[in-house]
DNA sequence: ATATATTTTCAATAATTATTGAAAATTCGA
DNA sequence: TCGAATTTTCAATAATTATTGAAAATATAT
């Protein structure tokens, strides 16, 4: 397979991947294209390259940049903006782990709580029915933060030599 | 809070929480329904509650028993279908994760190890820079299917107590 | 300061995805 | 076997989400 070939195809996976996990698909492309490109790329070249208009393609930049998964760079002589992506996919899991922690799961934990309090008697199997769900659905969900945020902390190899001694 | 407005709320979040991960709303908030009742409930008790048409409650029902989190109850002496959820959290999560690395995870190794095998001179940028992030996509990729792998095998307390020792 | 290049915004529109509801199919009791 | 109850399907429609493109805002060179 040509590279030209072959770029497409991750691209256009890497999009439809996206969808998957409630990210857009341009978002995800623009993300692909930075990933597989040796150089920082202006807006221009993305909407040649994915065939999106430049409305799109701005708005899809600065919430990757949001994410924290692309940044500016300022090429000396050069009045156009460049961006380019972080290279190095560990770091590109942390991140995106760190926000959607942040995004949803410390939300949905906050309202575990409140609802773990709910009025009524625990002897209504209705009311049982519910705490019981809440309140595991909360054990798993902290255990789930606490274990990403050690994730978060780790270094890859420390962490990938630990998963495979652990999970042989 | 009351029982009905603690439902209601978590019913919401939950469908609101399923979109973030491509999962349609109605379907989460089916499941979550099921997961706070009591008793086995019909299509008719989830149209009302949830105030949603017959063929999109229907269609939602068979898709979570696709994926496996929801089942027909056959109650003696009724005529109507009952269904139910699975309660336990941690082995609905182990089956979301199976699924979804079923559908999504090994289709994507697949893809990125036929895109390893790309033309082109290595020592072209282009090709490098390509190969290389698709090299290491597949290498964490491939620790992560093992680990979930092993997280599916996994009893809950035996999986909490490793990672509470690990990441304490 | 002005002209020009570039980025950003956002209302309008398109594309996608979800939902309805009624007809068809199926199930099951009598 | 028939008829009523129930489930399933799916074309039509609604709702949501993504995209465009042109105007406005901003930045920069001269």
Redesign the pocket.
């Given at each position: 397979m040509k590279l030209t070939e072959a770029k497409q195809q991750f691209i256009s996976s890497w999009g439809a991947f996206g969808?998957h996990w409630g990210i857009?698909?341009?978002m995800a492309q623009i993300h692909a294209l930075l990933l597989v490109s040796p150089d920082p790329m202006?807006?221009?070249d993305m909407m040649e390259q994915l065939?999106?208009?430049?409305?799109?393609t701005?708005?899809?930049?600065?919430e990757l940049i949001n994410w924290g998964l692309v940044e500016r760079v300022l090429l000396s002589g050069e009045?156009?903006?460049y961006f380019t992506a972080e290279k190095d996919i560990w770091k590109v899991v942390k991140q995106i782990v760190k926000e959607r922690k942040k995004r949803e799961l410390e939300p949905m934990l906050q309202l575990l709580d409140k609802l773990e309090a709910v009025e009524g008697d625990k002897r209504d199997k209705h009311v049982k029915a519910f705490v019981d769900t809440v309140v595991s659905i909360k054990k798993l969900g902290r255990q789930a933060d606490k274990t990403l945020d050690m994730m978060i902390r780790a270094e890859e190899s420390w962490f990938l030599a630990t998963m495979m001694k652990f999970f042989k």
């Amino acid at each position: 397979m040509k590279l030209t070939e072959a770029k497409q195809q991750f691209i256009s996976s890497w999009g439809a991947f996206g969808t998957h996990w409630g990210i857009n698909r341009t978002m995800a492309q623009i993300h692909a294209l930075l990933l597989v490109s040796p150089d920082p790329m202006t807006q221009d070249d993305m909407m040649e390259q994915l065939n999106i208009s430049r409305g799109n393609t701005n708005m899809n930049i600065r919430e990757l940049i949001n994410w924290g998964l692309v940044e500016r760079v300022l090429l000396s002589g050069e009045r156009k903006e460049y961006f380019t992506a972080e290279k190095d996919i560990w770091k590109v899991v942390k991140q995106i782990v760190k926000e959607r922690k942040k995004r949803e799961l410390e939300p949905m934990l906050q309202l575990l709580d409140k609802l773990e309090a709910v009025e009524g008697d625990k002897r209504d199997k209705h009311v049982k029915a519910f705490v019981d769900t809440v309140v595991s659905i909360k054990k798993l969900g902290r255990q789930a933060d606490k274990t990403l945020d050690m994730m978060i902390r780790a270094e890859e190899s420390w962490f990938l030599a630990t998963m495979m001694k652990f999970f042989k």
